[in-house]
């Protein structure tokens, strides 16, 4: 199973929650990729060719001065501008995996959604009547003509299916 399998508990909570979530995961999906472009929108992101070219280093002429290093400020720069690369860089990883930790758990809802498409007709109602518009067994019962304890017994079965389904992988 890609994701791990759930408990009908579990499935329970994360269908009750899973309208906000998923729509909580998708603002910060664009977020991060606004994030991202604008970092990527910057220019200080240079590779080392690009900064080694971008310094113009005077050629030396003597011997003497090819030995001495060159010019201490340049190297001051040089270095200053790969510890801003760097900063940019682990910025960009740090986004990259919370993009791709989002992007999982948006798939996830997205899988569970198919798993109830799968369901029965009568299933799929009751899934989606009682857990993700948070209609409370009492409303509900009242609303169907139906005892309470009918109404918790259908929605239990089909969460028991809703799971095995999601469970199965298929």
């Known amino acids: 199973m890609k994701y791990g399998k759930m408990t009908p508990e579990q499935m329970l909570f994360y269908v009750k929650t899973m309208d906000e979530n998923h729509d909580r995961l998708c603002q910060s999906r664009d977020r991060l990729m606004n994030e991202v472009k604008a970092i990527q929108d910057r220019k200080e992101i240079l590779s080392w060719d690009e900064i080694a070219s971008a310094i113009a280093f005077p050629k030396a002429t003597s011997d003497q001065e090819r030995t001495s290093g060159g010019n201490p400020d340049e190297y001051k720069l040089l270095h200053q501008a790969e510890r801003i ?23 996830k809802y997205q899988y569970v959604n198919r798993c109830i498409t799968r369901l029965e007709a009568r299933d799929k109602e009751i899934i989606n009547q009682f857990t993700r518009k948070n209609l409370t067994f009492a409303k509900g019962a009242e609303l169907l003509h139906m005892v309470r304890s009918t109404i918790y017994k259908m929605q239990r079965k089909a969460l028991i299916k809703l799971t095995e389904i999601y469970n199965s992988g298929t």
């Open 85 to 107: 690369n760097q900063i940019y860089r682990s910025q960009m990883e740090e986004l990259f995996d919370e993009l791709e930790s989002v992007e999982t758990q948006i798939t």
